[in-house]
C-alpha cells in the first residue's frame, strides 16, 4: 500500500510539522533577522524630503553589515526563541490544518474537491493560525526582540532567550510578553491562509490535473508558489507587527496608532520595508519545512503501517 493514502495521526502531523519548521527556520534564519532590521530601520523619524543615511541597504547588505559590526552570529540573535516558537507555533498550525479543515466540511457538509471549498480551507487557515498564535505569542515577541537588538552599539536590552522573558516580566508585567497579541493574530492569520492554503490548493490542482505526481518536484513547485502569495498579501501586516512587539512600553498606543505612525514614517511603501528579504525567507522556508514536512509524514506513516 502506498504511504500517501494512509492518514498519519494527529501526533504525527505535530511532530512533523514543529520538526520541519525548526529545520526550515534554522536554514532561514539570518533572512529572517535581516528583515527585521531592514522593517524598524527608521522607526521613529518622519519622512522628509531631505536625503535619510540609511544604515542597511537590501537584504545582503544588511547581512553584511550586521556580521561586520557584530559579528556573524549576531544574524542567529533569538534563534532559541525562534525554535520554541516553531515546535509549538507550526506543529499547532500546520499539523492541525488538516484535521480542522476536515471537521468544517463536515460540518457544513461541503465537497472537499470542489472550488467552493475554497472558503472552507481559508476558514481552517484561520483557525489554526489563530489558536497557534494564542499559545506561542510569548516566544514571537522575545524572537522579535532578540533579533532587533544590536548589542554592539550598546543597544541590547537582553543577554540572553531567558534573561529576555524575565526582564520583559518584570518591566512591563506578564501582559508584556503578549504584546501585539492581536496585530499578530491578524498577520499570522493572513500568513497561515496565504501559506497553508494556496500550497493545499495548487498541489491538489497539479495532481489532479496530472501536471506532476506527489513527490518533491510537486511539493518543491507548490511551497516557491505560497511563498510569493505569502510575501505580496503578508509583508504590511508583517511590518505593523514587527515594529509593534519591537516598541518600548508607550511608544505605541495600541495597533491602529502603530500602524498610523509608520505610514506617516515613509508612505505606503514603508508597509513594505524588507520586502526583498521577506521574499526570500518565505519561499526559501516553505521550499524547506513542505518538503520535510511532507517527507517526514510519509516515514511517519511507513512506521505506523510496519508496526500494525
Not at 475554497?118 to 515577541?141: E, F, K, S, W, Y
Not at 497539479?206 to 506532476?212: F, G, P, T, V
Request: positive net charge.
Amino acid at each position: 500500500m502506498n504511504p500517501t493514502t494512509v492518514e498519519p495521526s494527529l501526533a504525527a502531523k505535530f511532530l512533523s510539522a514543529g520538526t520541519a519548521a525548526c529545520i526550515a527556520d534554522a536554514f532561514t534564519f539570518p533572512l529572517d533577522t535581516a528583515k527585521v532590521r531592514l522593517q524598524i530601520q527608521g522607526e521613529g523619524s518622519v519622512a522628509t524630503s531631505g536625503a535619510t543615511t540609511l544604515k542597511y541597504r537590501g537584504l545582503f547588505g544588511t547581512m553584511i553589515t550586521m556580521s561586520k559590526q557584530e559579528g556573524p552570529l549576531s544574524l542567529y540573535n533569538g534563534l532559541n526563541a525562534g525554535l520554541q516558537r516553531q515546535m509549538c507555533f507550526a506543529s499547532i498550525r500546520i499539523g492541525l490544518y488538516d484535521n480542522v479543515k476536515r471537521f468544517y466540511i463536515g460540518l457544513l457538509d461541503s465537497d472537499a474537491g470542489t472550488a467552493s471549498n475554497i472558503a472552507v480551507r481559508i476558514l481552517a487557515g484561520i483557525t489554526t493560525g489563530c489558536t497557534a498564535v494564542a499559545c506561542a505569542q510569548p516566544t514571537d515577541v522575545v524572537k522579535v526582540r532578540m533579533q532587533a537588538q544590536n548589542r554592539s552599539l550598546g543597544q541590547g536590552r537582553y543577554t540572553s532567550t531567558f534573561n529576555a522573558y524575565r526582564t520583559i516580566v518584570t518591566e512591563e508585567g506578564v501582559k508584556g510578553l503578549w504584546k501585539g497579541i492581536i496585530p499578530n493574530m491578524a498577520r499570522n492569520a493572513i500568513v497561515n491562509v496565504a501559506e497553508i492554503v494556496c500550497y493545499d490548493v495548487i498541489k491538489e490542482s497539479i495532481i489532479n490535473y496530472q501536471l506532476m505526481e506527489d513527490t518533491v518536484p510537486c511539493h518543491f513547485v507548490s511551497a516557491v508558489a505560497a511563498g510569493f502569495c505569502t510575501t505580496v498579501i503578508a509583508s504590511p501586516v508583517d511590518v505593523m507587527k514587527t515594529r509593534f512587539m519591537n516598541s518600548r512600553q508607550g511608544q505605541y498606543k495600541g495597533a491602529i496608532d502603530c500602524t498610523v505612525k509608520i505610514f506617516r514614517e515613509g508612505g505606503g511603501m514603508a508597509f513594505y520595508k524588507g520586502f526583498v528579504p521577506n521574499f526570500y525567507r518565505f519561499v526559501s522556508w516553505n521550499i524547506c519545512m513542505w518538503i520535510t514536512y511532507e517527507q517526514l509524514k510519509r516515514l511517519m506513516t511507513h512506521l505506523r503501517q510496519k508496526d500494525s
